[in-house]
């Protein structure tokens, strides 16, 4: 089975710009979560989408967004992004359906915001 | 909110040194997952505990998860080159039960 991919592996962007993330997940798994992660804070959960809808939302602010495709493929976008967005973005699947499931991560998404 | 605290925040060991990272919880945990992020990478699933005072073994992992479902610990036995890289412990938390993520601890290993 393929594991969780994730698109692009690095961008580069500049204050202001927006971005979009792409994150595959493992084939059968209906749920995708994404995370931040900063050398400061830590892993930090951004939202997760299940079925196409969103079920759990961080405490980020309405700049960072998601969706999830009819495939569970999901995208996440940012907008005017800001110097403390860079960070590791990191997708992780899983099934949805019980709780407490183990996670699958993607390798991430290297956001660096100049 | 939930928070989830780990101690320490880095340790460096002399190879075949012991190591134990220590996980706390603010509210009571259905149950508790350890992952490990080489340098460079992504966090990959180690285990899963459910059971109050619950141990578990991997080779020379050791984890525990305590009486009162609030805290966890991951001890490795002899460490290896291997081990090096962060521990994080994660527990559902919130009303929607989304995956909380402690704060890790990095492990560095010198041979």
């Known amino acids: 089975k393929a594991g969780v991919t994730q698109t692009p592996r690095y961008l580069i962007k500049t204050r202001g710009q927006q971005v979009t993330l792409s994150c595959s997940p493992i084939s059968g798994h209906r749920s995708v979560s994404w995370y931040q992660q900063t050398p400061g804070q830590g892993l930090q959960f951004l939202f997760e989408?299940?079925?196409?809808?969103?079920?759990n939302k961080g405490n980020f602010p309405g700049r960072f967004s998601g969706r999830q495709f009819s495939n569970s493929r999901s995208e996440m976008n940012v907008s005017t992004l800001e110097l403390g967005d860079s960070a590791l973005y990191l997708c992780?699947?899983?099934?949805?359906?019980?709780?407490?499931?183990?996670?699958?991560f993607g390798s991430g998404t290297q956001l660096s915001v100049l | 909110g939930q928070q989830v605290m780990q101690i320490p925040q880095y340790q460096h060991v002399q190879e075949g040194e012991d190591f134990t990272t220590y996980c706390n919880s603010s509210?009571?945990?259905?149950?508790i997952q350890w992952y490990k992020q080489r340098p460079g990478g992504h966090p990959v699933f180690l285990i899963q505990l459910v059971k109050s005072g619950e141990v578990k073994k991997q080779k020379r992992l050791t984890f525990q998860f305590g009486e009162a479902k609030k805290n966890s610990s991951l001890h490795i036995t002899a460490t290896q080159t291997t081990d090096v890289g962060t521990y994080f412990c994660?527990?559902?938390?919130?009303?929607?039960?989304?995956?909380?993520f402690g704060t890790g601890t990095l492990l560095a290993v010198q041979p």
């Open positions: 992780a699947s899983s099934p949805g359906t019980g709780q407490g499931e183990k996670l699958f």
């Open positions: 994660a527990g559902p938390g919130g009303a929607t039960n989304k995956l909380i």
């Open positions: 989408y299940f079925s196409e809808t969103q079920r």
């Open positions: 509210t009571t945990l259905s149950n």
